[in-house]
């Protein structure tokens, strides 16, 4: 199968096409997918029909397949059931209450399962119903943001670790969106990649607390400059959402925003994660 490789953003992205993830894939074609996301991080697969199934199929091209402990309360519109190890992303209601998880409006930036002691390395989301406008997934490129940090924020950094709480379904800290249950963590502030050798930014607004052996007024100083950094549009690509897309991305290496949406308006999306290792330093 001879695939093509389009870049969608200077520093973050690409999309792959002339790949039907329904079908069974070769190991040249399922190893040169692999190899296009450590380069791209983020990669985009248009108009695929899949099964839960074959979600779950696709996510193995990227690793085994990451277990997911929070609850699924309904199924999704369209599927007898839900799969095991597969999330619901949506803002659908049934008898009031949300299908799914994360179910309304704008979300910080953050990198998914960084609360969990071992972070799960690489998420796959796809679409089913998206809203008429909104709702779009902003990517940052970790690396980029790391390698073009100033000195004298970089410094007082290398080989610290930062602390992380998060409330499961919270979309900014102090909305009180979240559920009961949360997860907390630490993991060094800038984090090295496995696979690639390379060094990211690996805290976000989102889920950071604080840098461990800093006074609250450094870490906070300091965190608010990497962020700031991080966050600059130079970084980003800003996917504006189909029926149909898949989009798989490196949590090592990149994070990520929701932009707001109709409150009406429906949105379902199918989640998996790729199964992670404990974060080098």
Known sequence: MTIEIIPLAPHIGAEIRGVDLAQPLDDQTRAAIHAAWLQHVVLLFRDQTLTQQNLLDAT???????????????????????????????????????????????????????????????????????????????????????????DEVRAPLEGKRAFHHYNYGSTQKGDGKGTAAFSESSH??????????????????????????????????????????????????????????????????????RTDFPAGERRLMLRTTVEGEAAPV
């Open 60 to 150: 193995t091209i990227f690793g085994r397949i990451g277990q997911l402990a929070r609850p699924k309360a309904f199924r999704p519109p369209g599927f007898d059931r839900l799969l095991d190890n597969i999330m619901l992303i949506s803002n659908i209601r049934e008898n009031g209450e949300p299908i799914g998880a994360l179910p309304d409006g704008e979300m910080m930036f953050h990198h998914d399962m960084m609360h969990a002691a071992i972070p799960h390395k690489g998420t796959c989301l796809y679409s089913v119903e998206v809203p008429s406008h909104g709702g779009d997934t902003v990517f940052a490129n970790g690396y980029a943001a790391y390698e073009t940090l100033a």
């Open 188 to 257: 060094p502030v800038f984090r090295t990649h496995e696979d690639t050798g390379r060094k990211a930014i690996y805290v976000n607004r989102l889920m950071t607390e604080r840098v461990e052996g800093l006074s609250a007024e450094d870490s906070a100083r300091l965190l608010n400059l990497v962020y700031d950094h991080a966050e600059k549009p130079e970084w980003l690509y800003a996917h504006v959402w189909r029926p149909r897309d898949l989009l798989v991305w490196d949590n090592r290496c990149s994070m990520h925003a």
